[in-house]
């Protein structure tokens, strides 16, 4: 069964710091990875994703994530974080050529201070 | 294009009685999912269809949660009766079929659901 660790289930950094929100993955077969955000009252939209492709995938509104096989990990991080990053982001994995169905991880609040 | 549209966007009720939520995926998207987020937590996949067929319904309590897709289109969620711990946002997405260019899927803006 795939299941997928968020540690950490608030993260605050300063305006215009690195932002750096974990993830591992525990899957038996080679995953798809996917961060999700989420503001508030709304549903949820991709910030990126990684398909087998290039290891280090780039999303949306400057995130990044690397995929790291050997740590079963897929961390997401900006180099500078703006106030409007402030919300909950999921990370999440489905598996290569079987369901399509998401398993998320329980997300990481990330606020940002002035 | 349109996003998933979904409605009621909250419900309050009272517990035992019915609710229900409906969903009109992506045009052209044949699967569709119910998601249930519980405050505080990921969202959890309550019912997965592919056209008017159930995929995966193994984590639905199926005692009083009920979920069809007519024609294969729209979806309707169903609760009765309710109960406390059924409040949360029930999240509806679709995805069109998987290639490599094509493994996302994309969420309606949700239905917050209160039970008191």
């Known amino acids: 069964a795939q299941s997928v660790t968020q540690l950490g289930s608030h993260v605050s950094v300063s305006e215009g710091a690195l932002v750096l929100l974990r993830c591992n993955y525990s899957?038996?077969?080679?995953?798809?990875l996917f961060w999700y955000v989420q503001y508030p009252n709304q549903g949820l939209q991709l910030l990126l994703k990684?398909?087998?492709?290039?290891?280090l995938v780039k999303g949306i509104n400057g995130f990044e994530a690397e995929f790291k096989k050997s740590e079963t990990s897929f961390h997401l991080t900006k180099p500078s974080a703006h106030m409007s990053d402030a919300a909950e982001y999921f990370c999440a994995v489905s598996e290569w050529g079987g369901s399509e169905k998401l398993v998320f991880g329980k997300g990481t609040k990330l606020t940002v201070n002035p | 294009e349109a996003g998933v549209a979904q409605s009621p966007r909250y419900k309050i009720i009272e517990k035992r009685q019915s609710v229900a939520f409906w969903c009109n995926p992506i045009?052209?998207?044949?699967?569709l999912y119910w998601y249930q987020q519980i405050l505080g937590q990921g969202p959890k996949l309550l019912i997965q269809?592919?056209?008017?067929?159930?995929?995966?319904d193994s984590q639905l309590p199926k005692d009083r949660f009920s979920a069809e897709r007519l024609k294969g289109v729209d979806s309707t969620l169903k609760i009765q009766p309710a109960k406390l711990e059924d409040s949360a946002v029930y999240l509806c997405a679709s995805s069109p079929p998987r290639s490599a260019l094509n493994t996302e899927a994309f969420f309606g803006q949700g239905t917050r659901l209160t039970v008191v």
């Open positions: 045009s052209g998207h044949a699967t």
């Open positions: 899957s038996s077969v080679p995953p798809y």
């Open positions: 990684y398909t087998s492709a290039a290891t």
């Open positions: 269809f592919q056209n008017n067929g159930v995929v995966d």
